[in-house]
């Protein structure tokens, strides 16, 4: 996970696979660093960790706005 305002990595999580709990373990431990208050954007791809329910149950409990890229949609 990425602070996009002072660029700062704040969380991330490392495994073989790409599953639901290592974005969740990422963004688990970004909220720690920067206990950002409700009301947070937090942008992604279309992942299917990021639409995973245990994702999605872990911004709402934050109340947090996801947000996801469209396909083929690139931010550089």
């Given amino acids: 996970?990425?602070?996009?305002?002072s660029r700062k990595v704040v969380g991330w999580s490392m495994g073989s696979r790409?599953?639901?709990?290592?974005?969740?373990?990422a963004l688990t431990m970004a909220?720690?660093?920067r206990q950002p208050k409700a009301g947070l954007i937090v942008h992604s791809d279309q992942g299917v960790q990021y639409a995973s329910h245990q994702y999605r149950r872990l911004l709402k409990s934050n109340g947090f706005v996801g947000s996801m890229s469209k396909k083929g949609c690139s931010l550089g």
């Fill in 1 to 5: 996970m990425i602070d996009l305002y």
């Fill in 18 to 25: 790409m599953k639901a709990q290592l974005v969740c373990d």
């Fill in 31 to 33: 909220i720690w660093q």
